[in-house]
T-cell receptor, first 110, second 112 residues
Framework: SQQGEEDPQALSIQEGENATMNCSYKTSINNLQWYRQNSGRGLVHLIL?????REKHSGRLRVTLDTSKKSSSLLITASRAADTASYFC??????????FGPGTRLSVLP | EAQVTQNPRYLITVTGKKLTVTCSQN?????MSWYRQDPGLGLRQIYYSMNVEVTDKGDVPEGYKVSRKEKRNFPLILESPSPNQTSLYFC???????????FGPGTRLTVT
């Protein structure tokens, strides 16, 4: 079953701008994770936020989690062309293990 | 170097011909998992394993088998592949359930 749903499906911005992606999910979770994928390659883990956390930072990444709304957002600040990739949220939930959404395709134009 | 390896990376086969995709990790991880990725559908979990000899079905297990006889290896077996199993397959491992996952480079499978 599809749990994590990213929004928007595609996003195009200029270098230096901020990019925000959202993720919604349906069940109770242990944590929520964001991954990045470059052109059909393996996914790379970006950040993990636990269900009892509300916000987390890692370099230019900021993730928020609202368990009451069952939603999360990923903010990439000061985007670079190298940030061009697909971004996936994955929920680690009790009983279903990891469930990935369809992803947001981010294009950062130089 | 800590990594997850998959072989082969590319495979073209015919309907019904049994195949195995190998997956190996060198990080002593307990949890391993297989996913398939199809356009517009994201990654869907096929099978996962929490430890040696412990495997369980994910969201789309039909037509697949797995085994976990050693901690480091988690092969994916397609006993009678069909064209609807044409996809990009990823193996992943993590220290334990719910931890961050490390992904292999992917295996692109085409079944004709």
């Amino acid at each position: 079953s599809q749990q994590g749903e990213e929004d928007p499906q595609a996003l195009s911005i200029q270098e230096g701008e901020n990019a925000t992606m959202n993720c919604s999910y349906k069940t109770s979770i242990n944590n929520l994770q964001w991954y990045r994928q470059n052109s059909g390659r393996g996914l790379v883990h970006l950040i993990l936020i636990r269900s009892n956390e509300r916000e987390k930072h890692s370099g230019r990444l900021r993730v928020t989690l609202d368990t009451s709304k069952k939603s999360s957002s990923l903010l990439i600040t000061a985007s670079r062309a190298a940030d061009t990739a697909s971004y996936f949220c994955a929920t680690a939930d009790y009983g279903q293990n990891f469930v990935f959404g369809p992803g947001t395709r981010l294009s950062v134009l130089p | 170097e800590a990594q997850v390896t998959q072989n082969p990376r590319y495979l073209i086969t015919v309907t019904g011909k049994k195949l195995t995709v190998t997956c190996s990790q060198n990080m002593n991880h307990e949890y391993m998992s297989w996913y398939r990725q199809d356009p517009g559908l994201g990654l869907r979990q096929i099978y996962y394993s929490m430890n040696v000899e412990v495997t369980d079905k994910g969201d789309v297990p039909e037509g697949y088998k797995v085994s976990r006889k050693e901690k480091r290896n988690f092969p994916l077996i397609l006993e009678s592949p069909s064209p609807n199993q044409t996809s990009l397959y990823f193996c992943a491992s993590s220290l334990q359930e719910f931890y961050e996952q490390y992904f292999g480079p992917g295996t692109r499978l085409t079944v004709t």
